[in-house]
């Protein structure tokens, strides 16, 4: 409905410009002209065919104009506001002493000219600033931001974990935090979310429950600590990459960064980024057995060799046993003889109790 009053209403403009358009005409082409309410009549439907036409292509050009307004954040339309204002208040004040000067009447032109451009280009470079240190003038405005809370002390730097994709459907977050373990703010960044709903959105299933997990997961955290869990609207338009950006924002406010992805880790560590891998954190909290310490396991299956048995600790570290392979399915008590760290994990190697005293 409402495009169909602005593509009307252009018409309708247009047809009236057109119709009483015709007095313009010198008056020796008024004098030829026979029937002059014709004349009017053919101009104005002419002139409303062309203002459909305009009136159709700007209606295409301000939704395309609305749908971007309606992707950008919150806060950067607040600022770039800020930035128009600010712009144009310099530029009345810059070119007020303009319309003082004596300039000759054949040249009067000039000052509204000069006025207009001069809008318009300071204008223009106050959005500019203000998308770049948009930020600063947010702190000066809305006290909640994260910014704000860094420079008043209530939000710690060395306390801040900005979080990962991965990290929050991994799941194990939410045990770190019941458990005390994780502390400071917790920072979810507005692309991290979007991604987590693609991956929730995704079309096959094995993503698209992962997705679902760790849409689940962030909801139970954000209920559990609300004054924990902060979701920021900060997004990067000139970064593509969803790590980029998350390496770019750890930056700028010294958070340190929460992830299990090991590729993450490594560039942010080549960029001076404080990470915290969650599987890091995991190894470095698993006991450690030395030989001849005990571990009572549960035989579950032969190995390669054949008398060799497999068991597994809680954590998922894999036992084998020498002359295991006779209590596949039983419980025992065996001895630790030595342990393996490999590139895919521990591997630790005993013998069965009895088998080691002997």
């Known amino acids: 409905m409402f495009d169909a009053i602005i593509i009307f209403s252009f018409i309708l403009a247009a047809a009236g410009v057109g119709y009483y358009s015709t007095d313009l005409l010198p008056a020796a082409a008024l004098s030829k002209v026979s029937n002059m309410e014709a004349l009017r009549l053919v ?10 036409a305009f009136g159709l292509s700007f209606q295409t050009a301000y939704r395309r104009l609305e749908a971007k307004v309606r992707e950008l954040p919150l806060e950067v339309i607040l600022t770039r506001a800020i930035g128009l204002v600010i712009g144009l208040l310099i530029a009345n004040l810059m070119l007020a002493p303009l319309f003082l000067l004596p300039i000759p009447a054949d040249f009067s032109f000039i000052k509204p000219l000069v006025a207009v451009v001069g809008s318009i280009i300071l204008s223009y470079t106050g959005m500019n600033l203000a998308d770049s240190h948009g930020r600063g003038l947010l702190r000066l405005i809305n006290p909640s931001t994260v910014e704000t809370m860094v420079v008043e ?11 990962d994709t991965s990290c929050i459907i991994d799941g194990r977050i939410e045990t770190l935090l019941e458990t005390g373990f994780l502390e400071g703010q917790i920072i979810v960044p507005q692309f991290v979310l979007q991604e987590l709903q693609q ?6 299933d094995l ?14 955290v954000r209920a559990a600590y609300p004054e924990r869990i902060l979701i920021n609207s900060i997004d990067y338009e000139d970064i593509t990459t969803v790590d980029a950006k998350l390496v770019r924002f750890a930056q700028e406010i010294n958070a340190t960064l929460l992830t299990n992805d090991y590729n993450l880790s490594k560039v942010a560590s080549v960029q001076k980024v404080p990470v915290l891998n969650v599987n890091d954190l995991v ?19 032969e190995g390669k060799e054949p008398s060799q048995g497999i068991g597994y600790l809680n954590d998922g570290t894999m036992v084998v046993v020498e002359e295991g392979s006779n209590y596949v399915g039983n419980e025992l008590r065996v001895v630790v003889t030595s342990a393996l760290q490999t590139s895919a994990g521990r591997m630790i190697f005993a013998k069965p109790q009895a088998s080691a005293l002997a």
């Open 199 to 204: 991956v929730a959105d995704a079309n096959k």
């Open 43 to 52: 101009v104005a439907i002419f002139a409303a065919i062309f203002g459909g």
């Open 283 to 301: 190894n470095a909290v698993r006991p450690t057995y030395l030989p001849g310490d005990n571990i009572d396991l549960k035989i579950l299956k």
């Open 153 to 163: 002390g209530t939000l710690k730097p060395a306390n801040t974990k900005v979080v």
């Open 207 to 220: 993503k698209r429950v992962r997705g679902r997990r760790g849409l689940e997961i962030l909801n139970r």
